[in-house]
């Protein structure tokens, strides 16, 4: 069924605390957690607790939590100190996304990059 926890999906492991994870912040909904390969000095990942493949796919089924997710990456850069900071979500083997459980990146802490790609 949609939304519901995956056995082969890491993020769900890390949701039902199978797998350690730095937990920064945790809502009844979403989990943000620090990327064990930093890509900046803040680079923490907010997922929904449900799984689901994609953030798209979150947002077309669960159009609150896909709000939620971004509210929270918000609330993780201001707890950050962040006034500016990225988001990013990868949507595909072919544009870098290499685990299909819904995700943004929150990314700062650095002069990031002025091009998308
Ligand atoms: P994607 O490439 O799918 O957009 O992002 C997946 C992210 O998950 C990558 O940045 C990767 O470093 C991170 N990641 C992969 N395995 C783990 C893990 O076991 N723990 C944590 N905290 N992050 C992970
Ligand atoms: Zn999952």
């Known amino acids: 069924m949609a939304g519901e926890p995956q056995s082969d999906c890491l993020f769900c492991k890390i ?4 797998i350690p994870a730095t937990v920064v912040r945790k809502t009844e909904r979403t989990l943000a957690f620090r990327d064990i390969n930093p890509q900046a000095p803040t680079h923490v990942l907010v997922i929904p607790h449900a799984h689901y493949p994609n953030a ?11 709000g939620e997710l971004l509210a929270e990456a918000g609330r993780v850069a201001a707890d950050e100190g962040l006034s500016d900071y990225r ?7 072919g544009a870098g996304q290499t ?7 929150v990314l700062g802490g650095r002069q990031l990059h002025e091009g998308l790609v």
């Open 15 to 18: 949701v039902a605390g199978e």
């Open 56 to 66: 798209a796919a979150l947002a077309e089924a669960e159009p609150e939590v896909a």
């Open 87 to 93: 988001l990013i979500f990868n949507t595909g083997a």
């Open 99 to 105: 685990v299909f459980h819904a995700h943004v990146h």
